[in-house]
């Protein structure tokens, strides 16, 4: 297979839970493949230990905590962030398309790269995490272009997953990235924010029983990089109107006030800097982004009592997103929403990364070639909506729904296939009406599931991909 020329340095950064972390040399976080409640149990085992000091900021605990790698298979922390693909096959799409190439294991350091991991500690800020990404980026980078004369002007193209595009954001905006960076691609990342994060530290989360089980709330609250994504928007229902999170009096339990300040100072240095940048003409660092759109995807919230209740909709408007991050907050400031560099996708933000389309647009950005494209007739665009987390006995809920309105919506056969460790099963689910599918697969233990759905006449490759955890013993 023929693979596509690229001389520049290649730079992945993942999201939050995304990289292995290990204590005196014992992993702690990122559990071998397919080993979802292995992974969550062996991280819940250490959780008490991990907790970040109060109001830590972009410090770091001291803790002995290093990252090792990226995550390789799917993953999910509960009250932290929902379920989430690996980055193996990502990685390994890279080199199989792109003159690229990784360090082998056991490499010596100093080997010439142009394909590099970034591995952080994601329960630190993301200035913190930039700054290392700075650091790994000039050497990477010059070693990269002093293996070859004709290399010797390479740039640096950053492909950054949720959460690792604030932090490459940061870098590339506020930490002189911008010199050396030819793009910037982002992939689902919530650069306003997500109201499942601002969710998930006010209402908090429990794995397991009472008796057994663990609670990982204070452990993501004590989390910087869990402030940082808290929505950047007017979000919360009030009185007067939308509010944002810090405008809310007597603050919201479980937020701490000083984190929450500090994020807004943080998007705000982004924004300013970016906008900057544009105004003078710069170039360098351009974003790049992939937008989730047309999933069922919480806006806005209103707060009741001392939890929030996330609503789908914000002032009565359905905007969409990837199930995660709802469509605006995936746009950088400096690009308007019309802007035709923006790529949408009907991937979830789960399952992104490795969506068929989202692969199509990474090729045009940094392949030397025209787009390459399906055919005439685009795939019948579906939104899908299951749990994040279900408990074990319970049978598995799939609603989907036609995206986009088009002659025949109501007459499709709707196929769903759940996918898991050993498991495969398909049906096609039943006809609501009005362009709505339902169906249920009971039976399933626990365990990492991938859903994927798609109208029966097209490809299976057009499929919308989800993911979701069933509950087992912690």
């Given at each position: 297979m023929r693979r596509e020329p690229l001389e520049d340095l290649l730079v992945v950064v993942p999201g939050i839970l995304?990289?292995?972390?290990?204590?005196?040399?014992?992993?702690?976080?990122?559990?071998?493949?397919?080993?979802?409640?292995?992974?969550?149990?062996?991280?819940?085992?250490?959780?008490?230990?991990?907790?970040?000091?109060?109001?830590?900021?972009d410090g770091h605990p001291g803790d002995g905590v290093v990252p090792v790698g990226l995550v390789p298979s799917l993953h999910a922390l509960p009250?932290?962030?929902?379920?989430?693909?690996?980055?193996?096959?990502?990685?390994?799409?890279?080199?199989?398309?792109?003159?690229?190439?990784?360090a082998l294991p056991g490499a010596r350091p100093d080997v010439p790269v142009n394909l590099v991991e970034f591995a952080y500690d994601w329960r630190l800020s993301c200035r913190y995490n930039a700054r290392l990404l700075a650091g790994r980026v000039d050497e990477a980078l010059g070693r990269w272009r002093a293996s070859a004369d004709h290399r010797a002007k390479a740039q640096v193209r950053l492909v950054c997953h949720s959460m690792g595009g604030l932090v490459g954001r940061y870098y590339v905006e506020c930490l002189g990235g911008a010199e050396v960076v030819r793009q910037l691609i982002t992939l689902g990342t919530p650069h306003r924010g997500s109201i499942g994060a601002l969710g998930s530290l006010v209402n908090g989360h429990r794995i397991g029983g009472e008796r057994l089980g663990v609670d990982l709330t204070d452990f993501g609250r004590s989390l910087p990089s869990s402030h940082q994504l808290i929505p950047d928007y007017a979000c919360l229902e009030a009185p007067g109107g939308l509010r944002y999170?810090?405008?809310?009096?007597?603050?919201?339990?479980?937020?701490?006030?000083?984190?929450?300040?500090?994020?807004?100072?943080f998007h705000a240095e982004i924004r300013a800097a970016a906008l900057d940048r544009v105004r003078r003409g710069g170039t360098g660092g351009q974003c790049l982004p992939v937008v989730g759109?047309?999933?069922?995807?919480?806006?806005?919230?209103?707060?009741?009592?001392?939890?929030?209740?996330?609503?789908?909709?914000?002032?009565?408007?359905?905007?969409?997103?990837?199930?995660?991050?709802?469509?605006?907050?995936?746009?950088p400031a400096e690009l308007p929403m019309d802007d035709t560099t923006v790529r949408a996708s009907f991937a979830t933000h789960g399952a992104i990364k490795g969506h068929p389309g989202v692969l199509e647009d990474l090729y045009e950005w940094l392949a030397?070639?025209?787009?390459?494209?399906?055919?005439?007739?685009?795939?019948y665009p579906l939104s899908v909506r299951v749990p994040?987390?279900?408990?074990?006995?319970?049978?598995?809920?799939?609603?989907?729904?036609?995206?986009?309105?088009?002659d025949g919506a109501e007459e499709l056969s709707v196929q769903a296939t759940v996918t898991g460790e050993g498991?495969?099963?398909?049906?096609?689910?039943?006809?609501?009406?009005?362009?709505?599918?339902?169906?249920?697969?009971?039976?399933?233990?626990?365990?990492?599931?991938?859903?994927?759905?798609?109208?029966?006449?097209?490809h299976k490759d057009t499929a919308v991909t989800t993911l979701t955890l069933i509950g087992g013993d912690v």
């Open positions: 995304g990289s292995r972390l290990a204590v005196d040399g014992r992993e702690v976080w990122g559990a071998s493949a397919g080993a979802v409640w292995q992974g969550i149990r062996t991280f819940a085992g250490s959780v008490k230990g991990l907790q970040l000091p109060k109001d830590l900021g009250g932290v962030w929902p379920l989430v693909d690996g980055y193996s096959d990502l990685l390994g799409w890279l080199e199989r398309t792109f003159t690229l190439r990784r999170p810090r405008e809310i009096a007597g603050g919201l339990r479980g937020v701490a006030p000083l984190l929450l300040e500090d994020a807004g100072r759109v047309r999933q069922p995807t919480a806006t806005s919230a209103v707060v009741e009592g001392e939890r929030l209740r996330l609503i789908e909709t914000i002032e009565g408007y359905d905007e969409g997103g990837d199930g995660r991050v709802p469509r605006f907050a995936a746009y030397p070639a025209p787009r390459v494209y399906r055919g005439a007739v685009a795939a994040d987390y279900l408990t074990a006995g319970e049978p598995l809920p799939v609603q989907a729904e036609v995206a986009v309105e088009r498991v495969s099963e398909q049906r096609t689910l039943g006809n609501l009406g009005g362009g709505r599918y339902a169906g249920a697969f009971p039976d399933l233990g626990p365990g990492a599931y991938r859903v994927a759905v798609h109208a029966s006449r097209d």
